[in-house]
C-alpha cells in the first residue's frame, strides 16, 4: 500500500522558516486535491493549505501570507514553505492526497516546534 512521508520538521526559532515536504511511497494515479493540516497538543487536527490539479491554491487565514503550498504531481510530491513562523505554529504537520476517486491518504506527521 502507498505511503506518504512527510519530512522537514524540527525546531525553529520565531520568525524563522521551514520548508516541510510529503512524498508518496509509490505512484498514485489521478491524484485531485493535496494538501497539508496540522495538530497541536489539545487541538483538533485543522487544514491549512491546499492545492488542485489546476494549481489553484488556497490557504487558512491563519497562515495566509506566509505558507505556500506547491505540487508535483507527476512525484507525487506537495510541499509546505512556511516563513514567519509563531509560536502557535507548533503542531504535528500531515500531508494528505484525494484522488478523482475519493480516495483519501494520510501520512505520519512531522512536527514542527517554534521557539519563542
Given at each position: 500500500?502507498?505511503?506518504?512521508?512527510?519530512?522537514?520538521?524540527?525546531?525553529?526559532?520565531?520568525?524563522?522558516?521551514?520548508?516541510?515536504?510529503?512524498?508518496?511511497?509509490?505512484?498514485?494515479?489521478?491524484?485531485?486535491?493535496?494538501?497539508?493540516?496540522?495538530?497541536?497538543p489539545g487541538?483538533?487536527?485543522?487544514?491549512?493549505?491546499?492545492?488542485?490539479?489546476?494549481?489553484?491554491?488556497?490557504?487558512?487565514?491563519?497562515?495566509?501570507?506566509?505558507?505556500?503550498?506547491?505540487?508535483?504531481?507527476?512525484?507525487?510530491?506537495?510541499?509546505?514553505?512556511?516563513s514567519g513562523?509563531?509560536?502557535?505554529?507548533?503542531?504535528?504537520?500531515?500531508?494528505?492526497?484525494?484522488?478523482?476517486g475519493g480516495?483519501?491518504?494520510?501520512?505520519?506527521?512531522?512536527?514542527?516546534?517554534?521557539?519563542?
Amino acid at each position: 500500500q502507498v505511503q506518504l512521508v512527510e519530512s522537514g520538521g524540527g525546531l525553529v526559532q520565531a520568525g524563522g522558516s521551514r520548508r516541510l515536504s510529503c512524498a508518496a511511497s509509490g505512484r498514485i494515479d489521478n491524484i485531485n486535491i493535496m494538501s497539508w493540516y496540522r495538530q497541536a497538543p489539545g487541538n483538533k487536527r485543522e487544514w491549512i493549505a491546499s492545492v488542485t490539479e489546476a494549481n489553484n491554491t488556497n490557504y487558512a487565514n491563519a497562515v495566509k501570507g506566509r505558507f505556500t503550498i506547491a505540487r508535483d504531481s507527476a512525484k507525487n510530491w506537495v510541499s509546505l514553505q512556511m516563513s514567519g513562523l509563531k509560536p502557535d505554529d507548533t503542531a504535528l504537520y500531515f500531508c494528505n492526497i484525494i484522488t478523482r476517486g475519493g480516495r483519501s491518504l494520510w501520512g505520519q506527521g512531522t512536527q514542527v516546534t517554534v521557539s519563542s
